[in-house]
């Protein structure tokens, strides 16, 4: 059986002038389906560029990116769009990324057209699991950073991703807000048999990850919660 996500011996640099960065350097990550591993570390680590390479955004230089068993790194761009449309969900850091003008259903719905599938459940449904139900027909505008974030991990989950990669979700919400929401991504990894990754800097929300890894100048090593 192949994991739903595998990072083997990734590497990528970047050069800016006469400096020369490794993002990433000889990374390694092995995620199951159902599985929420959650990587903290500081600003600047390779955080973000783990996510770009996982979620098919980026390429590494050298390594392999398995998902779903599929090594990705040597597609083509029209290859990774599938991928990422059939695959994968992205969480940002306060879906602040929501169209303004549309309701928390009809953001979902958008979301469904985008990818062109539905999957499992309905907007309605998807609204329900993560306690949004009651607020189905409200404006981002009229939505708490709470509740935004909680329409944008619905929104994620549309299409029946296998791999769920999240962005420092806590970013615009207050300790009690953060706690809810990593338990809430923690909760639909495992309800939904998705692969979740969770990149942060909040050291308060760790124990929510089934396993929890630090990245340091772009190495990553297990670390306890
Ligand atoms: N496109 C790029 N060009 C040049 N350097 C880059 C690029 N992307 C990232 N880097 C460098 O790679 C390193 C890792 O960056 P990355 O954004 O992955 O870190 P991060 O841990 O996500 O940081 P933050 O928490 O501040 O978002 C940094 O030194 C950054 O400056």
Redesign the pocket.
């Known amino acids: 059986m192949s994991h739903a996500l595998e990072l083997k011996d990734v590497t990528i640099s970047?050069s800016?002038g006469d400096s020369h960065?490794k993002?990433l350097n000889s990374v390694d990550l092995t995620v199951e389906a159902g599985e929420f591993v959650a990587v903290v570390?500081p600003?600047?680590?390779?955080?973000?560029?783990l996510l770009a390479v996982a979620g098919a955004l980026t390429t590494p230089d050298s390594g392999q990116v398995l998902v779903a068993g599929e090594d990705i790194v040597p597609l083509g761009d029209s290859e990774l769009a599938q991928i990422r449309r059939n695959h994968i969900g992205f969480v940002f850091q306060s879906s602040g990324n929501l169209p303004s003008a549309l309701t928390a259903e009809e953001q979902i719905e958008l979301a469904s057209k985008v990818i062109g599938k539905t999957g499992r459940y309905s907007s309605a449904e998807l609204l329900e699991k993560v306690g949004m139900a009651h607020r189905a027909k409200h404006r981002p505008g009229s939505l708490s950073g709470g509740e935004r974030q909680r329409v944008g991990i619905a929104r994620a989950l549309v299409g029946d991703p296998q791999v769920l990669l999240v962005d420092e979700p806590t970013a615009a919400l207050d300790r009690a807000r953060s706690q809810e929401i990593v338990a809430l991504l923690a909760k639909e990894c495992h309800d939904f048999n998705v692969a979740g990754v969770m990149v942060t800097?909040d050291y308060d929300v760790l124990g929510h990850g089934d396993k929890v890894y630090e990245?340091v100048d772009g190495r990553l090593t297990p670390s306890a919660k």
């Open positions: 970047y800016d960065v993002a570390g600003s600047g680590s390779g955080k973000s560029t800097h990245m």
